[in-house]
């Protein structure tokens, strides 16, 4: 069982991003939550929030983590990507407490299949300044739920 410990971090409820390139990540996939003991090295190291390298023999090694996997959630908290600095901030809230087990949950997908092309027509559609499109996805235990502007709920498995 996971053991988190949260210390004065707000719940994250809302991610959003918003997209206007020819380029869109593909559909969610497989999630792996594994527990990491923040008294010993990780064994990684990321950029941002994605994988870029595991260290032979290391706890992220051993568990089976792998180059290109994105970190989603810690201790339950969703965990957003592409912010400036960010990957010291998740760095810093998988290990400030070095006392207690950190369950991290991992998008796991091949590191060639992070950005997808997009259909012709949705790249025609964006050369031509179709506009900025806001998604807004929620997170929860059970999924990722998207609300689409027309208010209808779309739920993605994850």
Not at 51 to 71: E, F, M, S, T, Y
Not at 146 to 157: A, F, L, P
């Amino acid at each position: 069982a996971e053991v988190c410990k949260q210390q004065d971090t707000p719940p994250i409820k809302i991610i959003r991003e918003r997209r206007n390139s020819a380029v869109v990540d593909p559909p969610l996939c497989q999630r792996m939550r594994v527990v990491f003991d923040p008294s010993r090295p990780l064994g990684m190291v990321f950029a941002d929030t994605i994988v870029k390298h595991v260290r032979k023999g290391g706890q992220a090694d051993l568990i089976g983590v792998q180059n290109g996997w994105r970190i989603a959630e810690v201790c339950g908290k969703p965990v957003i990507r592409g912010f400036k600095g960010s990957d010291r901030s998740v760095f810093h809230y998988i290990t400030r407490d070095k006392t207690i087990p950190i369950g991290v949950v991992f998008e796991c997908r091949d590191p060639e299949d992070w950005k997808v092309p997009m259909s012709k027509a949705e790249a025609e559609l964006a050369k031509k300044g179709a506009g900025e499109v806001t998604l807004v996805f929620e997170a929860n235990d059970v999924g990722l739920s998207m609300v689409t502007e027309s208010g209808v709920v779309d739920k993605v498995t994850v």
